[in-house]
């Protein structure tokens, strides 16, 4: 005769199937009925964890370390311990962490040898190091939980040192040593070695140091990964926003920017249920959609959003500064986050150190900023890292008189771009291309750059370069030719003061059609308003 299913066995099956909600349902059942063992109470924490029940989270865990100790197994109780500090860190609650980290740190020292509690512990201790800008420090924290982790076969230990180390390696400017730690880590991941939580921590600080490295090969193919992981748990809550505000920065690349806007919305909307790692990433995403369109209150807000999680939105602030006039507080901004950046960090700043400087007129402070840029650069190097080079390089060699090493900087720039499928960017190489042949004195080439380069930026709705590119052509009639047929005739009847209304009755078109052109009007000429597109008409001569 078998045995009854309890509900202990149902919540166990659940988990091992990855049906969160079940698992939950079960297992808190069972909690009830009779109580739990202390690991299947560790089951019951992790289940809450990833359905976004932080607070519930905790509380089991903190049950779990309590039954380890009570059935006598302190190795057991200082892992739960040290995981306790990590979430509660990682949730703001740094005074409990603080009183967690004191209690597992007695409970290691009381163990008199090595333990997998003692590697768990030097996770935490090694991302304060790591966070707090001590990247060598960190480094020798996560190789000790590696080394104990090995010599324990704790899988997840192994991961997350190793993960550790990857990064530590990667921030202290070693970028190929750091990301193959990281894809090695990424295959016992892959191949379902690592529990849940410790998964979805790799999968997201996997995708942050690609980013980091600017390696967009590899960011496309972890997010492709994480999306399937999180699409395989739809239930789950704590790693979706992640895998949302990864996506979205792709998107953003390669100018699919309404969609990168609904994506970092849709991460926002599972922070409010209870994932606040990808607060940051998720604002500034949408920060960097509204400053490329030029929308630049919904930008201020939206960086302003990111800063409250205590990291600096740079450089999308600087460069938000830089557009509004600011330049001086622009410049300010990006040396000061450049300056106490780590090198990885501090890389990814640079492009925006060089375009600052050049637009304060400081051209020696740009030439250093690019030294720095291109000393990094070695025949292993990705081709984004290359690209941003190779554009920086290209504006620093114009403001210097060199056209000709411009123009072909430039060109590099736009080959890199195209192949990286990132338009925006692409449009920005032809732009300079485009100011190099004019100071070379080739005006019809020069008119061809800035004739494509305005109109990918109207493709996109990025009112703000397109306004640049206009300025640099002097308001030349050619901005007609953006317009089709029938934006010219609604153009025309906005500068005669009708309204949408009006204008759908005279031109037998719908009211959404002529909202539509106008948006489309708007984005073509690079301007806020229906005011500013009639004066702008009226002065580049768009309508009789």
Not at 443 to 468: I, N, Q, T, V, Y
Request: glycine share 10%; proline share 4%.
């Amino acid at each position: 005769m078998t045995a009854p299913v309890t509900a202990l066995d149902l919540g166990r099956s659940a988990f091992t199937e990855r049906r969160w909600s079940d698992a939950l349902e079960c297992l808190v059942r069972a909690d009830s009925e009779g109580g739990l063992p202390p690991q299947d109470m560790e089951l019951l924490a992790s289940v809450a964890m990833l359905l976004g029940l932080n607070g519930d989270g905790v509380e089991y865990l903190s049950r779990a370390h309590d039954e380890h100790l009570t059935v006598g197994d302190p190795d057991s109780a200082a892992r739960c311990a040290a995981w306790l500090v990590m979430f509660l860190m990682d949730m703001g609650e740094y005074a409990r962490g603080s009183g967690w980290l004191a209690k597992a740190k007695r409970l290691v020292e009381g163990l008199g040898h090595p333990s997998a509690g003692e590697g768990y512990l030097l996770i935490p201790t090694g991302l304060g190091t790591l966070r707090g800008g001590d990247p060598e420090a960190g480094y020798g924290f996560f190789n000790r939980a590696l080394e104990i982790g090995e010599s324990l076969g704790e899988k997840d230990l192994q991961a997350m040192g190793r993960l550790g180390v990857g990064t530590s390696r990667l921030a202290l400017g070693y970028p190929e040593e750091g990301l193959q730690l990281l894809d090695e880590v990424m295959v016992s991941v892959t191949a379902g070695e690592v529990s849940p939580i410790p998964t979805g921590i790799i999968y997201c600080a996997v995708l942050g140091s690609c980013r980091l490295a600017q390696d967009v090969g590899r960011a496309q193919e972890w997010t492709a990964a994480l999306e399937r992981w999180c699409g395989e748990r739809p239930d789950m809550v704590m790693f979706g926003a992640q895998c949302q505000a990864f996506r979205a920065e792709l998107l953003i690349l390669h100018g699919a920017w309404d969609e990168a806007l609904a994506v970092a919305r849709a991460a926002e909307g599972r922070i409010r249920k209870g994932d606040p790692d990808a607060t940051f990433g998720a604002w500034y995403q949408e920060g960097e959609v509204f400053r490329l369109r030029g929308q630049w209150e919904e930008a201020e807000q939206a960086f302003k959003n990111a800063s409250e999680t205590g990291f600096e939105p740079e450089p999308g602030l600087a460069l938000l500064r830089l557009a509004a006039g600011k330049t001086a507080e622009a410049k300010a901004r990006i040396h000061r986050a450049a300056a106490g950046a780590d090198p990885a960090n501090r890389r990814r700043l640079l492009p925006a150190v060089v375009e600052i400087d050049l637009q304060s007129g400081d051209l020696a402070a740009a030439r250093t900023a690019l030294d720095e840029l291109a000393g990094w650069l070695n025949p292993r190097s990705r081709p984004l890292e290359v690209a941003l080079a190779a554009q920086a390089e290209a504006a620093v060699l114009l403001a210097e008189g060199e056209g000709e090493r411009a123009l072909g900087a430039a060109r590099r720039a736009w080959r890199l771009w195209y192949t990286l499928e990132a338009p925006f960017h692409a449009a920005a190489a032809r732009v300079m291309a485009g100011r190099a042949c004019a100071a070379l004195g080739d005006a019809d080439s020069a008119a061809m750059e800035f004739e494509a380069a305005l109109a990918d930026f109207a493709d996109l709705g990025a009112a703000p370069a397109m306004a640049g590119v206009q300025a640099l052509r002097g308001g030349q009639s050619g901005n007609k030719s953006l317009l089709s047929p029938r934006e010219s005739e609604v153009l025309a009847l906005i500068a005669a003061g009708h309204s949408n209304k009006s204008i759908a009755r005279l031109l037998y078109l719908s009211e959404k059609t002529v909202a539509r052109h106008v948006s489309n009007i708007l984005a073509k000429l690079g301007v806020p308003s229906r005011a500013a597109a009639t004066t702008y008409a009226f002065e580049h001569h768009l309508i009789p």
